[in-house]
């Protein structure tokens, strides 16, 4: 017998006449039926790695916690920071739910978040992402269409959560999408259209899979501009997906529904006055089917959490007090060029009372600063000044009546 035919695998013993394929190492050989083997053996532990890494994390990330975390970087809006707490913790306890035939399937718990511009939806939806350490896309409604027609389809929406995961769809699959602007494809009448309505209620028709969860064919680079390259298979089942939108008009939808309540006989004199300068705290289902809103969606997003408005107190905290606040920001930039930044109360004041006289919300904070600073962000590097105080009477100057009325129409 030749000596080629007495190597044998150092795995599992088998000759080389026994096996399709034996490759040789320094010294040892292993069979194509090992390789199969531990091939198997090494998927298997990543994927126990992976699941209970994520374990890992939700066990640190319990309601209170995930709330705290909200109260360092967002001021107010206790109670959509509950809900938003209370729906995240429970979407991520169902991603490790056994796969039991007795057990209870656990639903997703998607979100719909009503507020005005500017409240902070988006803000919200970030910096869960960031706590929870997982892939999160933005995604703007107003840009999708039916598919076929010119626009974007909605399976667009997973190509940016892919590339935001480095195209790892292991990663995507347990993502947050936030859906902003989802008023904007409400239905343009009460009734349904003869007409197509290809960015309303044809969109809505379009996300109701994807939100409930089913596997989708996603182009990683957009379908339209790369026609040539290979699908990727996405399960939407385990992403959590946020919508938001400003829902602007709602508000008298809210109040006719309460004023038909209060009229009748059980009506009740001592029943607690409607405040009437937040009408979205009494928002319901209901009043976002009436807005436009299919109710196949709005089953689909079993969640309903609303922002306040922000008044002079909120927006005056907003500006200096939560970890990356406007002015903590700019301090930073200036510190950058060995410039010591101070502001006094007075000018802060002003900032906040100007963004609720043009109604700029908290976006609109940035955007006063912006204009204020703006000449001595430029001028201060190339000098020898490395103090830089503002008062009032500076930010004044600098916010001229042109300069607010551009802020207003841009706002």
Known sequence: MSKEENLECSFCGRKKAETDLLIAGMDAHICDKCIEQAHGIVEEEITEAKSSTLSKDLTLKKPKEIKDFLDQYIIG?????????????????????????DEVEIEKSNIVLVGETGTGKTL?????????NVPFS???????????????DVESILSRLLQTADYDVEKAQRGIVFIDEIDKIARKGDNP?????????GVQQALLKLLEGTVVNVAPKGGRKHPEQKFVEVDTKEILFIAGGAFSGIERIISKRLNMQAVGYSASIDEDQVDEENLLQYIIPSDLKSFGLIPEIIGRLPVLSYMNPLDAKTLRAI?????NSIIKQYSKLFTMDDVNFTIEEEALNYIVAKAVEYKLGARGLR???????????????????????????YAELKLTKSALKKLRAAS
């Open 77 to 101: 809006q206790d109670e959509t920071k509950r809900s938003m707490a209370v729906a995240v913790y429970n979407h991520y306890k169902r991603l490790l739910q056994t796969k039991d035939e």
């Open 124 to 132: 919200v939806a970030k910096t869960i992402a960031r706590m929870l």
């Open 138 to 152: 933005i995604v703007d409604a107003t840009v999708l269409t039916q598919a076929g027609y010119v626009g974007e």
């Open 193 to 201: 259209s003869i007409t197509r309505d290809v960015s309303g209620e």
């Open 319 to 323: 500006l200096t007090e939560p970890k």
């Open 367 to 393: 955007s006063l600063c912006e204009a204020i600073f703006t000449d001595a962000m430029f001028d201060l590097p190339s000098s020898n000044d490395k103090e830089f105080n503002v008062t009032k009477a």
